[in-house]
């Protein structure tokens, strides 16, 4: 059995030396760690080595954080950099009915908001004059939304502040554009570039697989779905973020499927700029009220999610694949 962990070893675990570390570690976690230190790369990690370090405990987990941390200080050096962003979103109205979402609001409740483009370019002037250079835009998904209304938030925001940054719409939202308009996906979303359209958001990707999406949210795209708009979309020149949403059904075997899935688009595209790992939040869910779902992940997890995609995506392509976290 492996030790359990005091809250205080996983907070210091930076302070750990690698050397110390190592002889406390099974062989076969030795192994897995040593290699990918050694080739900087995550593809040289089979699949049930993967997995092993998906569930390491104890002083291997402790091995995983340390190598990981490792790792990005030689591939990503010790400079944070950010952007200064405002995130808009345009209604709480939407009829997906996803049972981890504490936003949405059906269209008849007291507290729904709906803004016209105007009104988004307005929030993005705001944005602008106090020193933002970024707006990512998303919401609901209301019945009845104007065709053209994803387009026309573009128009409207390029028009008043045409050197902000446009971070918007997730797949989930392009497939209901592409619904609404008739259009082909890849022609949907030429048109959103050649409007202002900078990067998408890599989000309603939660976890990329259809069972544990199944229970999440029956109403929400396929992965099939969410994976062919993010491949059109990288295709069309539009780079974006990916996703994933833990702590919830999930196992972690999950998180090492959809991490290589990740790589094996950000492989074949390049149009990845980041990994962003979503803690789930259960208070105010159906999900956690059902007794569906967990209560968020662990402290250990949230480390745990983030040295394993530190090491299962280092060495994709360009270096360009960044974790935010
Ligand atoms: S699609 Fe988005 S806003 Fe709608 S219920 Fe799902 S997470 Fe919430």
């Not at 030396?17 to 080739?39: F, M, N, Q």
């Amino acid at each position: 059995m492996p030790r359990e962990l005091l809250p205080s070893e996983l907070e210091n675990f930076p302070s750990l030396d690698w050397s110390d570390i190592v002889p406390r570690l099974t062989p076969a976690v030795r192994c897995s760690l040593e290699k990918t230190l050694e080739t900087q790369n995550g593809a040289t990690l089979s699949l049930d080595e993967s997995f092993a370090l998906a569930d390491s405990e104890g002083d291997d987990l402790l091995g995983l954080l340390t190598a990981s941390n490792l790792l990005r200080a030689e591939l990503a050096g010790n400079l944070v950099t950010y952007v200064v962003n405002r995130n808009i979103n345009f209604t709480n109205i939407c009829f997906v009915g996803c049972k981890f979402c504490a936003f949405s609001r059906g269209p008849r409740e007291s507290d729904t908001y709906f803004l016209t483009p105007d009104q988004v370019a307005k929030k993005a002037v705001e944005a602008w004059q106090l020193g933002a250079t970024e707006v990512c835009i998303q919401g609901g998904l209301p019945h009845g939304l104007p065709p053209f209304y994803y387009r026309d938030i573009l128009r409207a925001v390029k028009n008043v502040t045409p050197r902000m940054h446009i971070h918007a719409f997730s797949p989930m939202e392009i497939v209901y554009g592409v619904e609404l308009t008739g259009m082909p996906v890849g022609d949907y979303l030429s048109m959103l570039r050649d409007n202002g359209l900078n990067t998408l958001p890599g989000t309603a990707a939660e976890v990329l697989d259809d069972e544990v999406r199944a229970v999440l949210s029956r109403n929400k795209l396929s992965t099939a779905q969410w994976v062919e708009v993010i491949r059109t979309a990288h295709r069309c020149g539009i780079r974006s973020t990916s996703t994933m949403m833990y702590g919830h059904t999930e196992t972690p075997a999950h998180w090492v499927r959809q991490m290589l899935l990740l790589r094996e688009i950000q492989q074949e595209t390049g149009g990845f700029t980041e990994f962003v790992p979503l803690g789930f939040v259960h208070q105010n869910t159906l999900l956690f009220h059902q007794g569906l779902a967990r209560s968020g992940p662990t402290l250990a997890e949230h480390l745990k999610v983030h040295a394993l995609s530190r090491l299962l995506l280092a060495g994709s392509i360009n270096n360009t694949f960044k974790c935010r976290g």
